[in-house]
T-cell receptor, first 117, second 109 residues
Framework: EPEVTQTPSHQVTQMGQEVILRCVPI?????FYWYRQILGQKVEFLVS????????KSEIFDDQFSVERPDGSNFTLKIRSTKLEDSAMYFC???????????????FGEGSRLTVL | RKEVEQDPGPFNVPEGATVAFNCTYS??????FFWYRQDCRKEPKLLMS???SGNEDGRFTAQLNRASQYISLLIRDSKLSDSATYLC??????????FGAGTRLFVKA
C-alpha cells in the first residue's frame, strides 16, 4: 500500500540550529502539507504546497520556515533557526485533491519528532 | 472562538457501549468534513468522511448538520481497539484543513 515516508523519525538539535525534515509523498499525489503537533496539543496546519509553490500557510509558518520540492519525489520543511517552542512532532501529508470534496483525504507520514534543546 | 471545537473528554466506557462525539465548526464556508483517529504518538488516520445525508460504516455513524454547523460521530458496540483520540476535521474551500483538539476515548474490558 502506498505510504508517505518521513525522515528522520527523531532529531535532537540545539537552539539556533537549522533543521531540515524530509518527506516522500505518495507518488501520484499532487498536494502536499506540513502539520505540527506539540506534545499533548492539537494537530496544527503549517503549510500546503501545490504546483511547486505554497498555496496556503498559517500564521505559525513565519519567515523561519520554508518548504521545497527539490526533485520529483522529496518535499522538505526547513526551520532556519530553531527555537525551544519548535519542539513538536511534524507530520507531512499528501492528497490527490486539495481537501475539498470526498477525495480530499490526507495521508499522513509517521512524523518526525523534533526536540530543540 | 476556535474554528473547530470538540467535546474535551476523555470518555471512559465499557466494551459494548455506545458513545457519541460532538463537534462544532465556526466557518460557515466549510465544505468538507471528516473524522480522523489518532493513536497515541502516531499519525492521524482517516476514519470516515462525513456526508450531508449522514453515513454509516459498520459500527460508526457520522452526521452533519450544516444549519447548526455541527458534526457527530457515533460508535456502537465499542471495542477495546477503539481506544484512541478522535479528531473532527474540517476543510473550507482551498488547501487548509483544520483539526479539532480531539476527544480521547478509553474503552475498558
Amino acid at each position: 500500500e502506498p505510504e508517505v515516508t518521513q525522515t528522520p523519525s527523531h532529531q535532537v538539535t540545539q537552539m539556533g540550529q537549522e533543521v531540515i525534515l524530509r518527506c516522500v509523498p505518495i507518488s501520484n499525489h499532487l498536494y502536499f502539507y506540513w502539520y505540527r503537533q506539540i506534545l499533548g496539543q492539537k494537530v496544527e496546519f503549517l503549510v500546503s504546497f501545490y504546483n511547486n509553490e505554497i498555496s496556503e500557510k498559517s500564521e505559525i509558518f513565519d519567515d523561519q520556515f520554508s518548504v521545497e520540492r527539490p526533485d520529483g519525489s522529496n518535499f522538505t520543511l526547513k526551520i532556519r533557526s530553531t527555537k525551544l517552542e519548535d519542539s513538536a512532532m511534524y507530520f507531512c501529508a499528501s492528497s490527490e485533491a486539495p481537501g475539498t470534496g470526498f477525495s480530499g483525504e490526507l495521508f499522513f507520514g509517521e512524523g518526525s519528532r523534533l526536540t530543540v534543546l | 472562538r476556535k474554528e473547530v471545537e470538540q467535546d474535551p473528554g476523555p470518555f471512559n466506557v465499557p466494551e459494548g457501549a455506545t458513545v457519541a462525539f460532538n463537534c462544532t465548526y465556526s466557518n460557515s464556508a466549510s465544505q468538507s468534513f471528516f473524522w480522523y483517529r489518532q493513536d497515541c504518538r502516531k499519525e492521524p488516520k482517516l476514519l470516515m468522511s462525513v456526508y450531508s445525508s449522514g453515513n454509516e460504516d459498520g459500527r460508526f455513524t457520522a452526521q452533519l448538520n450544516r444549519a447548526s454547523q455541527y458534526i457527530s460521530l457515533l460508535i456502537r458496540d465499542s471495542k477495546l481497539s477503539d481506544s484512541a483520540t478522535y479528531l473532527c476535521v474540517v476543510n473550507r474551500r482551498g488547501f487548509k484543513t483544520i483539526f479539532g483538539a480531539g476527544t480521547r476515548l478509553f474503552v475498558k474490558a
